[in-house]
């Protein structure tokens, strides 16, 4: 490349830099400044020091974050499976049929359960016509559990699904070559190979599944407060946007440390970085 | 003024603190088939580049027809590349693709059209102009690539590896196309490639080159016959390399015998290189012979057989169209025209004899793709 | 590689699709009902749709929408363009590899994170100047630019890099100067990346709901904002109409651009049978 036209192209990069500091880098010093400052601007740890009360708070979001993530990974795993071994066609109708409640509103996706599990909901309505006392099914951490991985399963099917296409068949054929019985193959070739599908699939679900609001307000009632609802309450009624930030803070450094564990983890077992 | 289309003075190239070209001189004449032959990383991509205006070098001069052309964008200049995979244009068809060049210039579509269609025919595409660029088989690709090139009336057209991606039989029929081309349409061709064989039959000058210097300039015979060191000697062909005292002039000692030479010049008792083809080497019985040595393998080749001799510890190949029993002793002949003395140099010494030499490993090197030094 | 799915894999697969569609049938079938209740079906009316399109704070919601995805996602794809294109050009890999760390940050930062750094930088600066309700159409599209622009720089990317490195170098032998052959033969060689690029941003853009919520301010209520301040009262069918009408309209898309790309492999394919 002569000197003018690669002058030229990294002048292209240069407007998306600009923006990238201006609009990623320091909206999260925003976070971290206001994380440590009180009302008036000075300097204050006890934001951070304050959140101990929270602790309950943070450790359900992850716990409940954790089963959903779990829980997907057990559902998809098999289908995306299934799917791999399917004809193109086939496969592309499956993919399709897996993204189109992906693009529905997620609040419409949490709101439909959300009629379907209520008191006077269609499963309560069943349930009574058929002469049985109502089940308490809103309101429970097993709802919130429910609406995040109705929600989120796409995410965990997807990724696996494509990296299970893009394993070499041969290489089950020659595992299968060398001696191996179905079992030995899968538990030896498949489920090794997929690793890197499993652990980006993990990260799609994990993330909004721990730092989510909507789903814990509509499905959770008073019952299961998680950490995004106290931050949105912080910003959006309370008004107490240091609080706010030192929750955000440090829900954001959590979310990297259990990210940077699954990358290390996939890194020594599978040798693959996300 | 002289015939030279371009001068090459003094250029220094490197990247990233390597030298990948070092203060090269090199004068290419108008109308000539030159190549540039080498090893990958030996500078002769970097070369290229150069004269096309994609690499700027760090010092020395790039002439074109007697200008200075050192700064001058690649669209400025008056020549045009033919890329290692082709490079055409996915988006657009054979008859677009061929006349990108032209519209760029304005060309009035009449002109363009008639263009074109001497191109199509020139390399023989005829019927395929609305043709998508993807559904071509690679030599059809190679050829609208050449006459993409050829349309903008190029003075010098620049050839990086052209054939490197095509199969065997493709790649010998392409040779001869393009030769022909060469000629008919009387413009120069900087062709390069680290395929010895195609450099040989193609090229009125082949410039050998390793590690960002030229090693020898010269006809295909002049390369062959008489290469200037043992890089030179190893790279093109197969070739004894033994080292040698020149005794007296036309005297050389090797391998325990004085041999008669053709070669003078050289101090008395200074150390050479000496180098046998092995097809110049002839068998005869043992007791006529000027030296021998025992078989150590013999394979078929079709027109003769590739016998591995070991004379003295050192493993020679020789080439006979007779067969020999492994294991058996044999007499050998060399004639003084069969002997060609280079002065040691760098190079001494790094090629051994033909022990470890494997076929399969051979061609394995040269299928090699050959990135080369981008 | 086409295997017999066995009976038990063809159940499973059938029970988790019916996992995944259930609740928008029961949408689907319940905006049809006469009655407000949204478990007892009272018989079939175009009521709750006709309620829907007399709802003048839900019309103008999905106009913002539109506005928004539109001018955003065509912000974001010509700055995201120009950003992989550089950054494939960048041949120090610290500067490469820094940039595309932050790049990731929008993607792998919890959302509701994203919109609250982007709400106080709003807002922080806002109080520098000294006014207080910065935040609206400007803030909004600034911050769906924000979160779109990795989508787009990660299509257009692998794009750049299954080009033939010398295409460029190509045009300019053939005379083209550098900037005319970005136009006439990297683009329309990357442009799959691009298109890919921009209907994603759009529809994030469009379904787009954590992110607007901290950063829209009150006066440019986005589609899926106006949504959830709706499911905050008592559940009315009008929403379930919203969502049937929403699922159409997706499915709609997603049939075309099927039947777009399934006539494009058949082209393709076509010509591919032509060759001799």
Not at chain 1, 45 to 67: M, R
Not at chain 1, 110 to 116: D, E, F, K, L, Q
Not at chain 3, 202 to 223: A, E, N, P
């Amino acid at each position: 490349m002569n000197k003018k036209s690669s002058l030229m192209s990294r002048l292209a990069g240069a407007p998306y830099i600009v923006w990238a500091a201006l609009f990623i880098i320091v909206p999260l010093c925003m976070v971290a400044y206001y994380a440590f400052t009180d009302n008036t601007g000075a300097f204050t740890i006890q934001n951070i020091t304050g959140l101990a009360k929270y602790t309950d708070t943070f450790l359900l979001s992850i716990w409940l974050g954790l089963v959903a993530t779990v829980v997907c990974l057990v559902i998809a795993y098999p289908l995306a499976y299934i799917m791999a071994q399917k004809g193109p066609e086939k496969q592309s109708t499956m993919t399709m049929l897996i993204m189109l409640p992906m693009w529905m509103n997620f609040l419409l996706r949490t709101y439909s359960w959300m009629t379907i599990l209520e008191d006077t909901g269609l499963i309560n309505t069943v349930i009574t016509s058929l002469g049985f006392e109502p089940l308490q099914l809103i309101n429970t951490r097993g709802a919130v559990v429910l609406g995040m991985v109705y929600n989120f399963l796409p995410y965990m099917i997807l990724p696996i699904y494509t990296v299970m296409l893009k394993t070499d068949h041969s290489l089950v054929e020659a595992a299968q070559d060398l001696g191996g019985n179905k079992l030995d193959v899968f538990r030896n070739v498949t489920i090794p190979l997929s690793v890197p599908g499993i652990v980006s699939g993990f990260t799609m679900v994990f993330v909004p599944s721990v730092s989510t609001f909507y789903i814990s307000q509509k499905l959770g009632g008073t019952g299961t407060i998680l950490i995004g609802d106290i931050i949105e309450t912080q910003f959006q009624t309370a008004n107490n946007f240091n609080l706010g930030a030192s929750l955000s803070f440090v829900l954001m450094i959590l979310i990297f440390v259990c990210l940077a564990v699954m990358n290390r983890f996939s890194d020594d077992d599978g040798g693959v970085i996300l | 003024m002289s015939n030279n289309i371009i001068e090459l003075k003094n250029i220094s190239v490197a990247f990233d603190g390597q030298q990948i070209i070092e203060n090269m001189n090199l004068y290419i004449r108008d109308k000539e088939f030159i190549t540039f032959l080498g090893p990958s990383g030996c500078g002769k991509t970097t070369t290229l580049r150069m004269i096309a205006g994609f690499q700027e070098p760090d010092s020395g001069e790039v002439i074109f027809d007697g200008k200075v052309i050192n700064g001058v964008p690649p669209h400025k200049r008056q020549l045009n590349t033919i890329f290692q995979r082709y490079a055409l244009f996915p988006h657009l068809n054979v008859y677009e693709n061929i006349a990108f060049g032209l519209r760029l210039k304005k060309t009035p579509e009449k002109e363009i059209k008639a263009a074109v269609t001497e191109m199509l025919d020139l390399i023989n595409l005829r019927g395929f102009e609305r043709r998508n660029i993807s559904s071509l088989s690679g030599g059809q690709q190679q050829r609208v690539a050449i006459a993409r090139a050829l349309v903008v009336k190029p003075r010098v057209l620049l050839l990086d590896e052209p054939l490197g991606a095509l199969d065997l039989k493709l790649r010998k029929d392409m040779q001869v196309e393009l030769k022909n081309i060469q000629q008919r349409l009387g413009i120069t061709f900087i062709y390069v490639t680290h395929d010895q064989e195609e450099a040989l039959s193609m090229s009125d000058t082949i410039v050998v080159m390793d590690s960002g210097v030229i090693q020898q300039i010269g006809s295909p015979t002049d390369i062959y016959n008489e290469p200037k060191n043992a890089f030179v000697a190893d790279f093109i062909g197969e070739s004894n390399i033994i080292e040698g005292v020149m005794r007296s002039d036309f005297w050389v000692e090797m391998a325990g015998h004085k041999f008669k030479c053709l070669d003078k010049g050289f101090g008395v008792d200074e150390e050479v290189d000496v180098v046998v083809r092995p097809e110049d080497v002839d068998v005869v019985p043992v007791e006529e012979a000027m030296i021998s040595g025992q078989v150590t393998s013999i394979t078929f080749k079709g027109v003769y057989y590739e016998i591995i001799v070991e004379i003295k510890g050192f493993k020679w190949m020789i080439q006979s169209t007779e067969f020999q029993q492994q294991y058996s002793t044999i007499g050998l002949n060399i004639e003084p025209d069969a002997i060609h003395i280079m002065k040691k140099s760098q190079y001494s010494g790094l090629y051994g004899d033909y022990s470890s030499f494997s076929e399969e490993f051979d061609e394995l090197s040269d299928a090699t793709y050959d990135e080369d030094d981008e | 590689m086409t295997k017999k799915t066995s009976l038990g894999g063809k159940l499973y697969t059938a029970l988790v699709f019916i996992f995944l569609y259930a609740p928008i049938a029961v949408l689907i079938v319940f905006s049809f009902n006469s009655g407000k209740s949204t478990s007892v079906f009272e018989g079939f009316s175009l009521y709750w749709y006709k309620e829907l399109f007399n709802d003048a704070a839900t019309l103008s919601a999905f106009k913002n929408s539109m506005i928004v995805a539109v001018v955003s996602s065509i912000i974001s794809t010509v700055m995201g363009t120009a950003a992989a294109t550089g950054i494939y050009n960048y041949k120090n890999k610290l500067v490469k590899t820094s940039i595309m760390t932050v790049t990731n940050i929008p993607m792998m930062n919890p959302e509701i994170v994203t919109g609250v750094s982007m709400m106080l930088l709003f807002v922080f600066i806002g109080a520098i100047f000294g006014k207080t309700g910065t935040l609206g159409f400007p803030t909004l599209i600034i911050a769906h630019v924000t979160f779109e622009l990795p989508y787009v720089i990660l299509n257009v990317l692998p794009k750049l890099r299954q080009t033939d490195p010398h295409l460029a170098e190509a045009a300019q032998d053939l005379g083209c100067t550098p900037l005319q052959a970005f136009f006439k033969v990297m683009l329309p060689a990357i442009m799959p990346g691009i298109i890919s690029g921009l209907m994603m941003a759009f529809t994030l853009s469009v379904d787009d709901f954590i992110i607007s919520y901290f950063v829209s301010g009150t006066t440019s209520q986005t589609l899926p904002i106006r949504i959830y301040s709706m499911t905050k009262r008592r559940v009315t069918p009008d929403m379930y109409a919203l969502s049937t009408l929403i699922f159409l309209a997706i499915l709609a898309l997603l049939i075309v651009s099927n039947i777009i790309s399934a006539r494009g492999d058949k082209k393709l394919s076509r010509k591919g049978g032509s060759k001799k």
